[in-house]
């Protein structure tokens, strides 16, 4: 609101011409543009101005877009229900200066509506249908009146089958990427096709599609393919790839993720011709990572991101890896349990360049392996080592050293100390820093990087409970960009922390499950200061109450997610939400002040609810056609039963963890 | 004795009378949707080749053979390639030319009977060399066919009726000129060229032939390849074929079908025919002990057919039974016709009930109306012809979009069934509407239609079961919506809601 202020100071807009302001107004970040309440000229600048428009209710759509005559891109992942009427009345009012349109989170809508939208808006060049479960051939028949489409998102239309994608393929031949994951009706004809017909294509989406290569042999024909994922396709052999002969230049990205059916002489032939591919996905590969395997990738010596998680890896493979394709820059290993030292370090040992690496699970490696990376990938950017429980706290001194440029950094469930928070500290770029479960560090170690790493942004505490306000507190201090941050069941937090919190405006994302220490006064100086706040999880914190829920009822208009379960909130807090017209889930479970007709109210109150959390004795209790109505609305029930569990003593969760994973 | 730009100009009139006549006989026995797709795809042809029969002089036409040419070469696969072949046919046609004009200036003293001779020869080289051009151009365009097909993209229907629509068979026609021009060199080019448009007849008569061939190519038994002369031929006269009976009981004089039947028809004229030998089969019995039987294969007595013993590339049919069904299917009208479909016709009733077993079983549709039992089939059709659409069936579209259907062929605009149907119907609808005036005023009532609190009044509680209803509410409710929808033209609308933002 500031700059509303000085404009009506010096009024020097009287002097600028549309054009100009229209310049100044891109510069302006999206949700800073309440100026146009400011006068009737800066409301016509500004309904001239905007061309991307996600709205909160589809009720108001008609008025919005009488106003916003020139949107182009409209965002309806807030509206659950839109229904036939509401997507003529887009079509009639924004006609053909509409570009894009999501509907992936909405429902109610059919086949006519679609028409009208696709009759209307002529240069209508992206849609997003995902989710239409219901969706049928006889709809789709009708997105291909879409002359004009070029990216379409189909994912997890599961009626669908090759005769509507026959008719999409055939009526929109201007696609150049298009989404067909989780479309399981649809086979090897229905691919083919769109391969034959749509020669721009650039992006095809086939993951968890029944289709087996012999439609590859047409898609790799697409002179401009760049991207082909297909992930989790099961009937992808190399019996059906054998004869593949193409020639994909094109192709920059591949996803053979979780292709059980595909080894190494099936990914030979697909590899074949892609001589400048970049990005490899072969995730939860069936076959082994051996030197065998790693002979495929001969040709695609260009590689820069490979990806190899949850699959059984050898040494020998590794090392090949590294020789065949020394370029790269992205790895990922994460959940390769068979990972050794020697495998890791003649892999990294090769990979000057690598920029990210991903060890997540790696339980066999060692601190040599550590000390191997920080010497030789000194441009590394993000490190992600959850649970390598293995390496010792002294591995982790030379990070801090070696890597100054890290700006991503997992080291959830390790057994980092202070003095190596108090290295990774001097990597002064880093944004996200991940210390759950990290029971070895204190106030001390966290106090460093307050002081050293003031580009923070995510910062995640789960679980560690040496932390206490002090450490919080110089984060808060040092860290002003901080946005999301996860103090969960640090039992020892309080308010004074909350309150250094509030002073992080940025702060989106708040998690503070199960601190006991926390009360309402806390929560409302959080409310007050931090007006981005977006996600709350509250859940079991005894002392949050009404008064804490009415401030953020009252502050907090972003909210869009919240969890209150098993705290003090009754009814009258609970209603107060409704207020916060953005809000879309809830979770109230175990709250003991709540009854049923209170649940009501507020239920019917947030009007943009998509899910709700709620006890499951409330069920019977609510009467079946609120159910039903909020349900239309778009909102999904979860119902919960458990009830509340002691808290155990944080050394002994960590032993039982232990025991459950081998 | 004609002049070279006679004869040239003949050639190509008769090549394209030619085309008509083919194109007519294929309208009979292609399928109508795979015809017009072709004709759509060679429309860009078309012109050219009206130009082509507009040509009078040489000149003329070799200029318009390389425009059409270099027309189609802007899609070529390979246009260096093309550029050789266009010099290289440009080079001789001029050749041609010259020589022409040298005739043409003799032309006077050619009517001695000794230089006719010395012109038989100087015409044969003409037309030997003409031929060459012919084929030259033939497989040159002929190379083009596929990326033009494949490049043109095309009319939004292929139901818009051409003019030329004779205009088809391109390719064929090719071949026709090639094989004749094949049959030429075959000759040694010692054909008789004094007969005044030798080109011409010859290449009717192997159009005729070669159209029997092709429907012959139904039912060749394949890979009996047995020498001339190792068989007896035996030709059934035509009302033979086509006699109900061919076995006639020698003391009655009643007539079977079948040589079994006869004999048991006999069995009742006296006790001689019960014998075992008399009801034993003939030719069975005199097997064994005698020599080899020559090869009984049978000629049509149709003239000109492949499978009759004169044509110069006679397939034998094995059997009666075969004569019987080859000239049926071949030579006679199709007279009956299949009581479900009413389209499909037949001269063979078994072949009539072999088609009803399965008619209607085609429930792969595409947007020409052609059927196909298998979906792969379908997807093939679909992925060679351009403009064709996979039709979902009506049953399917029911469910959502019945209501729309129904409205739509009510109004008589949508007048295919079997299609999407909806689409074209509801999509002038929605036009229709759109130019409509507002009729009503921009304050609808959103909110109370769809606020909380009405959710008892209104019939949600039917939606959870149809969680994507069609046209929930009836007809005609929904269409005073969309004359609301339309009605925010951008003068009522600004003024009057800008005041009550959200």
Redesign the interface.
Known sequence: MKKVKQIQISMPFDLLSEELVFIILDLIPSDLKSFS?TCKWF?QVEAKHRKSLKPL?A??L??????Y?NTADLDLTFCPRVT??VL??V???CGPTLHSIDLSRS??????GL??LA??CVSLSEIDLSN????????A??V??ARSLQRLKLGRCKMLT???I??IA??C?KLNMVSLKWCVGVGD??V??LA??CKELRSLDLSYLPITGNCLHDVLKLQHLEELLLEGCFGVDDDTLKSLTHDCKSLKKLDASSCQNLTHRGLTSLLSGAACLQRLDLAHCSSVISLDFSSSLKKVSALQSIRLDGCSVTSDGLKAIGTLCSSLKELSLSKCVTVTDEGLCSLVMKLKDLRKLDITCCRKLSGVSITQIANSCSLLVSLKMESCSLVSREAFWLIGQKCRLLEELDLTDNEIDDEGLKSISSCLSLSSLKLGICLNITDKGISYIGMGCSNLRELDLYRSVGITDIGISSIAQGCSHLETINISYCKDITDKSLVSLSKCSLLQTFESRGCPNITSQGLAAIAVRCKRLAKLDLKKCPFINDSGLLTLAHFSQSLKQINVSDTAVTDVGLLSLANIGCLQNIAVVNSSGLSPSGVAAAL?GC?GLRKAKLHASLRPLLPL??I??L???GCAFLWKDNTLQAELDPKYWKLQLEDVVP | METEDDLCQNNWGSSSSKLQEQGFTSQQKWEDASILDYEMTMEPNLQVFDQIKEASGQDNISQVNVDFLQGVKAQAWDPRTMLSNLSFMEQKIHQLQDLVHLLVGRGGQVQGRQDELVAQQQQQLITTDLTSIIIQLISTAGSLLPSVKHNM?TAPGPFMGQPGSAMFPYAREANNVASQSQNNNNCGGCQEFDLPKPVVADERDSHVVEEHEMKDEDDVEEGENLPPGSYEILQLEKEEILAPHTHFCTICGKGFKRDANLRMHMRGHGDEYKTAAALAKPNKESVPGSEPMLIKRYSCPFFGCKRNKDHKKFQPLKTILCVKNHYKRTHCDKSFTCSRCHTKKFSVIADLKTHEKHCGKNKWLCSCGTTFSR??KL?GH??LFQ????A?PLE??KP??GA?AQRGSSEGENNNPGM?G??LG??SN??QE?VQPGMMD?K?S??ES?S?LS??TCN??G??EF?????DDSESS?QM??AN??S?S?RN??GS??D???
């Open positions: 309440l409301y209710r009720e108001y008609p008025r919005i877009l009488t106003r005559r036939d009427y003529s009345v079509g009639c009012l429902g109610s809508f059919s086949a006519a028409l009208r009759v209307k239409a479960t219901e969706m049928r051939d006889a709809d028949a009708v291909a009146e090759d005769m509507g026959g008719c055939v009526g031949r004809l229905g083919g096709l034959v017909k019917l009007g056609s609120l039903h109505h349900e239309n609305r | 993209s979906k792969d997807f679909i992925a403009g064709h659409t996979p979902i399917e579209t959502s979009a729309s999407v909806f689409n509801s999509a929605a036009n759109t921009g609808i959103f909110e769809f909380p959710f008892d949600f509680g939606f959870h969680p994507r209803p069609m046209f929904f919506l969309i929808a339309c925010f951008p609308g600004v809601v800008s009550n933002i959200i």
